[in-house]
């Protein structure tokens, strides 16, 4: 079965810093990955995904993913954190059951960036 | 735009009474999902629609219902809502579980009181 964990729950970095958010995933086959992002009251917005093909996503908002699967993971990150980056941010991985498609989620990380 | 329509964006209702939160998507997309999510928590599927063909989580409490009238429209319905429905619901869509990356398009989410 897929699954996804992320470690901790809340990183805080100062405006300008490099933020490194962590996922790991569980696959049996190759996976499709994504990181959603969430900002108060609001529903989830798509970052970035990997399906197949370099290894290395480019997204939104400055962010960037690479895909690792000698260490199955997926971390997200970013060169200089602007205070609009605060937020909560979800990793997930798409999970084919029979003729239906499914996203599991980790648990998300909240970021705070401090002035 | 096309998008994904969640009204209304703040529910109150009152323990026990029944209470219907709406969805609508202009994206024209087959699949049409439910989740709940609680404070500081991921996304949890309740179930989801392929077309019409409705698709439950087997953890999916029977006071939850929903109702795909058509491509555009699905609704979810609590029959009794107790305290512990309280959270926000986020409906999503998804263009086509074979020939797509699975990706999902979530709307901005119902906030759910229940008093």
């Known amino acids: 079965a897929q699954s996804v964990t992320q470690l901790g729950s809340h990183v805080s970095v100062s405006e300008g810093a490099l933020v490194l958010l962590r996922c790991n995933y569980s696959s049996s086959v190759p996976p499709y990955l994504f990181w959603y992002v969430q900002y108060p009251n609001q529903g989830l917005q798509l970052l970035l995904k990997y399906t197949t093909g370099a290894t290395l996503v480019k997204g939104i908002n400055g962010f960037e993913a690479e895909f690792k699967k000698s260490e199955t993971s997926f971390h997200l990150t970013k060169p200089s954190a602007h205070m609009s980056d605060a937020a909560e941010y979800f990793c997930a991985v798409s999970v084919i059951t029979g003729a239906n498609s499914k996203l599991t989620f980790g648990k998300g990380i909240t970021l705070s960036v401090r002035p | 735009d096309a998008m994904v329509i969640q009204n209304p964006r703040y529910q109150v209702t009152q323990f026990g009474k029944p209470v219907t939160l709406s969805c609508s998507q202009t994206?024209?997309?087959?699949?049409m999902y439910w989740y709940q999510q609680k404070s500081s928590q991921a996304p949890k599927l309740l179930f989801h629609y392929y077309d019409k063909d409705f698709n439950n989580e087997a953890d999916t409490p029977d006071n939850f219902q929903s109702r795909r009238p058509n491509t555009s429209f699905c609704f979810l319905d609590i029959r009794s809502p107790g305290l512990g429905d309280a959270a926000m619901y986020l409906c999503a869509t998804s263009r086509d579980q074979w020939r797509d990356s699975y990706e999902q398009y979530f709307g901005p989410g119902t906030r759910l009181t229940v008093t």
């Open positions: 994206l024209n997309h087959n699949v």
